[in-house]
């Protein structure tokens, strides 16, 4: 049977305790990471059940066109090509008669097409909810289909976000 005191366990507890003592006793953080972004193209499909989910998908957005158009990127609309497509229940926020209803959303989606960022709706889907082009916003295009709008811009070399919005059940102070 080996000793306890065997000369290398002593060593490596000695190498061990040495370790410990000079470690800083603040701890490791994370590593923020600045990656090198050039001339993004994304496509949001945004395909909701409510139109009030809508502020909740406009987050993705926000999330993807606030840091570009921030340092150290600073990206404009030259820089960087984002498309929002609308083909669900949310399309009813964009018609005219409905903008004190859904005023925030709205104005959020103003904001962001002074950004260059383009809002687009499905032409089908505009029937589907017996609107025409002329009781949509002004910042709004009307495209023929959302599907081939999808298909089109992917093979441009968009890349394909599509919002996930659920209903939230817990605030961030009961799951932290």
């Not at 060593?11 to 603040?26: K, M, T």
């Not at 987050?59 to 993807?64: D, G, P, V």
């Not at 600073?74 to 083909?87: Q, T």
Request: neutral net charge.
């Amino acid at each position: 049977m080996q000793s306890i005191n065997h000369p290398r366990r002593s060593f490596f507890c000695a190498l061990g305790l040495a370790w410990a003592l000079s470690a800083p006793s603040v701890q490791a953080q994370a590593r923020f990471v600045q990656t090198p972004y050039k001339n993004p193209k994304a496509l949001f499909d945004i395909y909701l059940d409510h139109p009030a989910k809508l502020g909740a998908a406009l987050h993705w957005l926000r999330s993807f066109v606030n840091p570009l158009t921030e340092a150290p990127y600073s990206f404009f609309n030259e820089d960087m090509s984002v498309i929002v497509l609308l083909h669900g229940t949310e399309l009813v926020a964009l018609a005219k008669k409905n903008e004190a209803k859904y005023e925030e959303v709205v104005q959020r989606m103003r904001y962001y097409t002074e950004l260059g960022v383009k809002f687009k709706v499905c032409g089908l889907a505009l029937q589907d909810f017996g609107y025409t082009a002329a009781d949509m916003q002004p910042f709004v295009e009307v495209t023929p289909s959302a599907i081939t709008e999808l298909v089109h811009w992917q093979n441009q070399g968009y890349a394909l976000v599509t919002p996930t919005v659920v209903d939230k059940k817990l605030s961030v102070e009961e799951i932290r």
